[in-house]
């Protein structure tokens, strides 16, 4: 996998100074394949991978990633932020009713998704009416009515057998009708070939110019793949588009079909379908996606934690410390463990940290449940006995065991605990800085 091949080229360098061309030409190289193969639109890619290496290049090398990692984190950021970052909420009218159209090639998933809108929009209060102008098909005003009625949404279609087939007149008659029964919002679903052509352009247009929408949304087939791109484009000119809904993102598609048309159309991507259910669908996550194209959501998270947990100026100021001849306390104690404890859900993915090796031995037994418990002990103890545990006699000791809900045995342990790591901290101020073997920790 790329996560594999990434983690091999990673190298250990850490410090000062920028990242190195080298490191940004071999990375960058992996996330091109990666985008690729998530199906990204071939001059989306080049145009993002060299967006990518000039903003590398400014970088200064982090303290707590190595160069790999750190260029993953850029690719994540810009992807995040071409994929249009929070998304936007949908645009209501100031005066209903808010109109939405669907809008997309056949088979796209606009009347699944029609229903979908219908139901979360009716469970936040509002009122919508559902409008069949997809006259294309036989069967479309019946899906639509079937579709409504689970969502208990009421739709509005033309009058069967009296020979209607303009779908212009049924979306005009739908907004009346919308208007006079006070409907907050109006869906019109649309119909669809199952390529572009001009006469359903023509037709999107037209029912476009006829209901004025606030919302016309193109709704794609995450699994379309490079066509996206074009597909995209041709809707944006043909009929215009205010945003973008992916559906069927419960298949495999990598979603680089999001990348691709919120790149070239500069539209967000709003919602996201999930399945066929009326309940597969939700609010479109631009960090998910992002993580979703460039399938190595291990290494993201490992980035994420690492910079939160490896916290290396914490280290070297508490080696500072200890080196300029003050002690080590229960509270340093205390700290060290809270940070273990912040580390304990990244023990899988440590082996890719460089130098983690002793990390993870001392993580192998460590039980997250007893950070708390030490954490009551020594918020049981007053600050003299804290700043000074020699003080610590049997009748403080029993005092503290209450004092936490533990026994003194637990108390007992935690002091010579305390003391090995600060014999430890001890021996790693003379070795200068270095942790000795073994690693702090229980
Ligand atoms: P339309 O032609 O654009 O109206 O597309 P439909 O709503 O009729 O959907 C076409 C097919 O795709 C139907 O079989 C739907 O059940 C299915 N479908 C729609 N959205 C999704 C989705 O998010 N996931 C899956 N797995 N299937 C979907
Ligand atoms: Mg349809």
Redo the contacts with the bound molecule.
Sequence with gaps: SLSDRLTATFRNLRGKGRLSEQDITTTVSEIRRALLEADVALPVVREFTAAVRERALGEEVSKALNPGQQIVKIVNAELIEILGGQARDLRFAKRPPTVIMLA??????????AGKLAKWLKDQGQTPLLVAA?LQRPN?VT?LQVVGERAGVPVWAPEPGNGVGDPVAVARSGLAQAQDKLHSVLIV?TA?RLGVDAEMMAQAAAIKEAVQPDETLF?LDAMIGQDAVATAQAFLEGVDFTGVVL?????DARGGAALSVAKVTGRPVLFA????KLT?FERFHADRMASRILDMGDVLTLIEQAERAFDQDEAERMAAKVAGGEDFTLQDFLDQMQQLKKMGSMKKVLGMLPGAGQMREALENFDEREVDRIEAMVRSMTPQERANPKILNGSRRSRIARGSGTTVTEVNQLMERFEQARTMMRQMARSGGKLPRGGFGP
């Design positions: 997309g090639l056949q088979g796209a998933g606009k009347t699944t998704l997809d479309a899906q679903d669809g709704v559906t069927k993102l419960d298949g379908s999930t399945g066929e597969d």
